[in-house]
């Protein structure tokens, strides 16, 4: 029964969070009992501590295998009902083309995380955790990451100052972010950050 509720809710090679499986007829012990088995038998495998999948060898691989990204987007960023965290820094200045270095140390923003900052290591990847500014939700999660970038613009671009305020005030043209959706965050903007949304002239891009 477990075997056939983990296949069907996860499937094979993906990150499960054992605190979260609620069975009715499955009290902690017994899940606890029924993981044993099936680690034992080899239905199931242990990522970390409290963190399991369902091995499948791929053909090229010959062997099953967890990505560790797996597991960083699944606590950290957002499960298949929630959002709750974003990369941020170097990260995500790489992704939007601030810069061409990909850092050893992924930067995540997470309402999984309470204090201001902490290295984390997740399989070989070292994460660095920071508790948002504001509550991050699925509707404003792209704007709070955009709204990061630009307050630490200048410490990761390899562009120049007025290059790093084109491509920002592009990529919020592009993203088409709304006014409203500005002023519901508000609350989480620092004064340097407001002024350089000002100064690059990315303010006149939030619509109506």
Known sequence: ?????????????????????????????????????????????????????????????????LDPMKVIVRKYIQSTTETYGYFAGATFANQIGLTTQMPATLEIVTSKESTKGRTVTVGSQTVRLKRPATNITSENVGLLQFLDAVSQGEKYSELSD??????LKNYAKQQNYSKELLSSVLSGITGPTAKKLIEWGIIYEFTL
């Open 162 to 167: 007025s290059e790093t305020g084109i491509l």
């Open 1 to 65: 029964m477990l075997k056939e509720y983990l296949e069907k809710n996860y499937g094979f090679n993906e990150p499960i969070f054992i605190n979260e499986i609620r069975l009715d007829g499955f009290n902690d012990n017994a899940l606890r009992h029924y993981f044993k088995r099936m680690l034992k038998s080899g239905d199931l495998a242990r990522f970390d501590t409290g963190i399991y999948y369902l091995p499948k060898a791929s053909r090229l691989l010959k062997k099953s295998y």
